[in-house]
């Protein structure tokens, strides 16, 4: 008998691990690349990934259908960086690396159809704006990526983050000040003139 | 300068920038931001810092990212799994050990109680006897004494 268990407990385990992997492989880039925005760099990013497909093959039992995979995910992986921010205190504020895990400095090739020229201006904007949502308070930096970058509804962004829509409204809105106080702050010719419009 | 109202539209600007707001807040808003400069002023940071991050380019992702992400996720499984092997092995094994003392303990309490009822039953046969001599030494007809018996035995007089 136990055997017999054994084996239906097997073939019932393979089918929901090739039902993983196939949800990973479909949902993994955009895994990581909130990871990415979430932590700042590659390392920490690919650390807070397999952290989160670990917790979520773990809980897969639980996961209902009915719910897109990817949000479900998205909730793992923000309660992780919440652990993980709160285990290690601050994160480090280094700036945009350039190598992967391991020191390697492989990447996949990149979408031709992204701008592949962007100038000096445009990439160290985006390395000001990435250093400073470091420094925003986690929940803010959760829900302004959530927002901004995953385009969620902020019912969605409350599902995520598990709390009410009124609490997700007041973090982007906090976040947002938040974001726009330190940019300014550090880089005024570069960011007040954005706000105007010039 | 601020105008009436802009504690109740402060807090819904970013929604209102991102059309999360029903048809009459969206219109109440409007109506208040064309008259107040500092909430004004607050919607466009609003709309400024979600055009920043909207124009973040793609991440890189790094080679072989997902082979090691499958990779890790089924090995921990793998671990996981084994762990709980080994966990249950572990606590047959210890069962079976806590059978093997309580059988230990009883067979030694059992070979306590016979031995217990071999004393008690030699000291029923010494006190019998005893009592039957008692029977025999006296000169007089001897006082009755009833000689012990066995429960079982019938009385001999």
Not at chain 2, 47 to 69: M, N, S, T, Y
């Amino acid at each position: 008998m136990f055997t017999t268990l054994t084996r239906q407990h097997s073939a019932v385990q393979s089918v929901s691990r090739e039902h993983f992997e196939s949800l990973l492989r479909a949902t993994y880039r955009q895994t990581y690349s909130l990871a990415y925005r979430l932590t700042g760099n590659a390392a920490e990013a690919e650390d807070l990934v397999q952290e989160t497909f670990v917790r979520a093959f773990r809980f897969f039992h639980r996961y209902n259908e009915g719910l897109p995979f990817a949000n479900w995910l998205y909730r793992i992986m923000c309660n992780a960086h919440i652990d993980s921010v709160r285990r290690k205190g601050r994160l480090k504020t280094t700036s945009f690396e350039q190598t992967g895990p391991n020191g390697t400095s492989t990447w996949e090739l990149p979408d031709p159809d992204s701008a592949p020229d962007r100038d000096l201006m445009d990439s160290s904007m985006d390395e000001h704006v990435q250093e400073s949502l470091l420094e925003m308070n986690t929940e803010f930096r959760t829900a302004v990526l959530l927002a901004d970058v995953e385009g969620m509804a902020y019912e969605e962004i409350a599902s995520v983050m598990g709390t009410s829509v009124g609490t997700v409204r007041s973090r982007i809105h906090r976040g947002r000040r938040q974001l726009r106080k330190l940019l300014t702050e550090r880089y005024p010719s570069m960011f007040r003139g954005e706000a105007l419009g010039l | 300068m601020k105008l009436l109202g802009c504690k109740y539209v402060s807090a819904r600007l970013s929604a209102y920038v991102d059309g999360e707001l029903s048809g009459n807040e969206m219109l109440s808003v409007q109506r208040h931001v064309q008259r107040c400069s500092a909430c004004a002023k607050e919607i466009e940071e609003m709309r400024a810092a979600k055009r920043q991050l909207g124009a973040f380019p793609d991440v890189p992702i790094p080679a072989g990212l997902e082979d090691r992400l499958v990779e890790s996720v089924f090995r921990a499984q793998v671990r996981q799994r084994r762990r709980s092997i080994i966990a249950f092995g572990s606590a047959v094994v210890a069962l079976c050990g806590a059978f093997a003392v309580v059988a230990i303990v009883r067979a030694n309490q059992e070979q306590a109680m016979a031995e217990r009822q071999r004393m008690n039953d030699r000291a029923f046969e010494v006190a019998r006897d005893q009592a039957y001599m008692e029977r025999y030494d006296s000169l007089d007809g001897g006082s009755s004494v009833i000689a012990a018996s066995y429960p079982h035995a019938k009385a001999s007089r």
